[in-house]
């Protein structure tokens, strides 16, 4: 089993920045690619971004160019620095992990964008 756990999320203004951090215990060797899904409220969740353990990153439109996602395959962690945040990223942002076979999600962090 694969456990995700998050850390990072808060309130920001727009405009800021925050990052989040993803941590995998367990059996995270089997993990191949990791990334981020958010969901706002009367939503259906939708990825971020995702990074494979050798690097590739692909993103969403609507945060390309603002966020970058990035992987420490050592600390089995990934993260997500989001910059210029816009109340439209208010959600809950879930660390997602895949070794093909299975799925893994973290709890969730909450991240609020207001003024």
Known sequence: Q???????GGLVQPGGSLRLSC?????????????????????????VAGITRGGS?????S????????????KNTVYLQ????KVEDTAVYYCHGSSGASDY???GTQVTVSS
Do not use: C, H
């Open 2 to 8: 694969v456990q995700l756990v998050e850390s990072g």
């Open 23 to 47: 941590a995998a215990s367990g059996s995270s060797f089997s993990i191949r690619v990791m990334g981020w899904y958010r969901q706002a409220p009367g939503n259906q969740r939708e990825l």
């Open 57 to 61: 990153a692909n993103y969403a439109d």
């Open 63 to 74: 945060v390309k160019g603002r966020f970058t996602i990035s992987i420490n395959n050592a």
């Open 82 to 85: 989001m910059n210029s945040l």
């Open 105 to 107: 999600w973290g709890q």
